[in-house]
């Protein structure tokens, strides 16, 4: 038989440990997904100066690859005509769009102005897809809300589409993309894609 005074420091120490944060419930790995990019992202506005355009992009290349699935997020953007395209003209593509997505963060991340961001612990379940909202909040100026669509990719979160406020990236990439996929096919669309990107890093 337990003798009182044991027991008594055996539930008292249960207690604590049911109270301590330690043991709290781990965050949603799609939630935890954009808290990683998120960091890396306001990492990046603290050394943006002093990196540069490439410097910038060379910091957030691995973060963006880990955060997104580019293969599908370029396949959705490309529409039905991915289906009649060549493998070669599909992986130059995928590799045209991961360096325009690269590029953007690189040059719209570029200086830190007091930003933070504020991911809620709470993702949404949409049929297969997660959805997980954070919210930009600039040191000057409006809140931008931001909206993250998140599909499971070999058995991790990641992002297929971003809606800034209620504009979906993948849409406003895919009528970007419509004018030069149908005059110059593919590899239209590849030189229309790195053009951007040039611009974009300088």
């Given at each position: 038989m337990l003798r009182l005074p044991f027991l008594a420091a055996a539930l008292g120490a249960l207690a604590i440990a049911a109270a301590s944060p330690l043991l709290a419930a781990p965050a949603d790995p799609a939630v935890a997904r954009i808290e990683t990019l998120d960091r890396a992202l306001i990492d990046t506005l603290k050394q943006g100066p002093s990196l540069g355009p490439k410097g910038r992009y060379r910091k957030l290349e691995p973060v963006i690859d880990a955060a997104f699935d580019l293969p599908q997020?370029?396949?959705?953007?490309?529409?039905?005509?991915?289906?009649?395209?060549?493998?070669?003209?599909?992986e130059?593509?995928?590799?045209a769009f991961t360096r325009l997505t690269v590029a953007s963060y690189a040059h719209n991340f570029d200086?830190?102005?007091?930003?933070?961001?504020?991911?809620?612990?709470?993702?949404?379940?949409?049929?297969?897809?997660?959805?997980?909202?954070?919210?930009?909040?600039?040191?000057?100026?409006?809140?931008?809300?931001?909206?993250?669509?998140?599909?499971?990719?070999g058995g991790t979160w990641k992002i297929i589409d971003v809606y800034y406020g209620a504009i979906s990236q993948l849409t406003t990439r895919r009528a970007d993309f419509a004018g030069?996929?149908?005059?110059?096919?593919?590899?239209g669309l590849v030189a229309h894609l790195d053009g951007l990107s040039d611009k974009l890093l300088g």
């Open positions: 997020m370029t396949r959705i953007a490309v529409g039905p005509a991915w289906n009649t395209m060549s493998a070669a003209d599909q130059a593509l995928v590799k200086k830190f102005g007091g930003e933070t961001f504020t991911v809620d612990p709470a993702a949404q379940t949409r049929g297969t897809d997660k959805v997980v909202k954070s919210v930009l909040t600039p040191g000057s100026g409006a809140p931008v809300n931001l909206t993250y669509r998140m599909r499971l990719s030069p996929l149908a005059s110059g096919g593919a590899k």
